[in-house]
């Protein structure tokens, strides 16, 4: 039998018994006016309403601040075969309200409009969001807050609290503005920000702050703030999300001083090493001076007939040739007693290091394939000084690589034990156009420079370097591809 033929087989009592076993959820029949006409018994369970009570009874008996004029506008949308949802709160007999969904329906008949009801006790789904919405909010990684439109902190997670360094109470101070300046020069609410804000002008508002915690640590954090809003778009609250960034913030931090250091470095070699070609260059005219009138003066002294004026004018040059020897005698053994700030370290991780700081400060992409030997062994020299040999390194390959127009410049860099065992040894090869025979008998030389722009001192400098260190640093004879350099630096005490 078709269902329209089933229902019309059935009597009232029936049809009640029927629509009550099959309906798990509440149903009411009202008219235009509102009164209610029928119920099931899942209805009368839910209001707490024994089923001869009902028929006496208004929506708005059962509902929480109903305007039936209103709700009867919103009635009329409703057209025979579709439905509305609404939310709400119904009222129980005892008083008591819960949540609600509507599933609003229309029995149209000719002589008036009777509206079907389905309803669902809304408090376990919502309770259920509510605390999946808590969970979200407290387990957040990030410091979330809600503040109130009058600064009036409405919840904060742990973690919110955590980063400021504060306790709930104190942070609803702050944020009132007692406390402003508590943690920051400057004001904790811009005026013009809020308003930007409030008025939809900016949908968030991103800052990085340095703050100081009552606990008298500095910490660096990233806020943003946005406006929840309301259905109708009018501004609820404010949201809040802050992140810790000290750690970053430290490394940004080290890492410029780090380039600092570097670059005083290199000011205080490039002048050393100036000094130390020069006193070199000098040193050989002055000591063939000094050779020179010394056979002057022995010439003089056996033969006769010189003037005395003139034997010590001659004997004057001989002294002062000798005495600015010893003065760049001087000088170049003052300028080796230099860079003695030795410490031990892993090689490798220095290699790492610098090869990604060589990339950011400079700017160049470039390709390495490491080949780190991780079985090597700690060594002992001054960190600073070995990096600025790899960089002078790379920055040499690089120029030749880029000078001979390869656009992807590679590099292969490869750590071992050396053939002395008692040494750590580095190699860097490039895939640039290598070096020439007759360059290569003059490459450490200072001055010696194929580039425009180039001074010439960087392997000069390099190789004075790692002699600091107690290693060599050399070119590999009849490398290929491009050129290779190799360094050692002593491996620490194994002991
Ligand atoms: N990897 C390399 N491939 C090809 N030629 C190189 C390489 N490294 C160095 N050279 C040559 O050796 C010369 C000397 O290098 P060095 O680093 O001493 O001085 P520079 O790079 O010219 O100047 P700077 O003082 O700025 O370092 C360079 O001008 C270049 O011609
Ligand atoms: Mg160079």
């Known amino acids: 039998m078709p269902l329209a033929g089933l229902v019309d087989a059935l009597d009232k009592e029936e049809l009640r018994s029927l629509l009550d076993a099959a309906m798990p959820d509440a149903l009411l029949v009202h008219d235009h006016a509102g009164r209610l006409l029928a119920a099931n018994q899942e209805a009368c369970r839910c209001l707490g309403y024994h089923p001869g009570e009902i028929s006496q009874l208004n929506i708005a008996d059962i509902s929480r601040d109903l305007d039936i004029a209103a709700a009867q506008s919103l009635w009329l949308g409703v057209e025979p075969g579709s439905r509305i949802v609404l939310q709400g709160h119904h009222r129980r007999k005892d008083g008591s309200f819960f949540p609600v969904d509507v599933h609003l329906g229309l029995l149209d008949r000719a002589e008036q409009r009777l509206y079907v009801a389905v309803f669902r006790d809304a408090t376990e789904a919502l309770r259920e969001s509510e605390a999946r919405f808590r969970a979200t909010f407290e387990q957040a990684a990030v410091g979330l807050a809600h503040v109130g439109l009058n600064r009036r902190l409405l919840r904060a997670n742990d973690k919110f609290c955590e980063i400021l360094g504060v306790s709930r109470d104190a942070l609803r101070v702050l944020l009132s503005g007692e406390g402003e300046g508590a943690l920051e020069e400057g004001s904790w609410h811009e005026p013009a920000i809020e308003e930007a804000l409030l008025s939809g002008a900016r949908g968030s508002v991103s800052a990085e702050r340095r703050i100081r915690p009552p606990d008298g640590r500095t910490a660096w954090i990233n806020v943003t703030v946005s406006v929840a809003r309301n259905d109708d778009g009018s501004p609820y609250y404010f949201i809040v999300v802050m992140e810790d960034i000290t750690q970053r913030k430290t490394l940004e931090e080290k890492s410029e001083e780090h380039g600092r250091q570097m670059d005083a470095l290199m000011k205080e070699q490039l002048i050393a090493q100036t000094a130390a070609a020069l006193a070199h260059e ?200 491009g050129a290779t350099f190799r360094f050692t630096v002593p491996i620490a005490d194994e002991l």
């Not at 700081?357 to 080949?371: A, C, D, G, P, W």
């Not at 750590?424 to 580039?451: C, H, N, T, Y």
Request: aromatic share 4%; glycine share 8%; charged share 20%.
């Open 282 to 481: 000098l040193n050989q005219p002055l000591e063939a001076i000094a050779a020179y009138s010394e056979v002057a003066l022995r010439a003089m002294q056996s033969e006769s007939g010189w003037s005395e004026q003139m034997q010590r004018a001659v004997l004057g040059c001989n002294l002062q040739a000798q005495r600015a020897g010893q003065v760049l005698h001087d000088l170049i053994g003052q300028l080796r007693t230099e860079g003695d700030d030795k410490k031990i370290f892993d090689l490798n991780t220095l290699v790492r290091d610098v090869i990604e700081r060589v990339r950011t400060r400079e700017s160049l992409n470039f390709q390495v394939r490491l080949m780190l030997d991780p079985a090597l062994p700690q060594v002992v020299g001054n960190p600073l000084q070995i990096e600025k040999v790899l960089h002078n390194l790379l920055r040499n390959g690089l120029d030749a690589m880029l000078g001979a127009g390869i656009t992807d410049p590679s590099f292969t860099i490869a750590s071992h034990r050396g053939a002395d065992p008692l040494m750590a040894e580095v190699s860097v090869q490039d895939m640039g156009p290598g070096i020439p025979p007759e360059l290569a008998q003059v490459l450490f030389r200072p001055f010696r420079s194929a580039k425009r722009g180039g001074l010439g001192l960087g392997l000069s400098i390099s190789r004075s370097l790692i002699h600091a260190q107690g290693g060599q640093l050399w070119l590999e004879r009849d490398a290929s591809p």
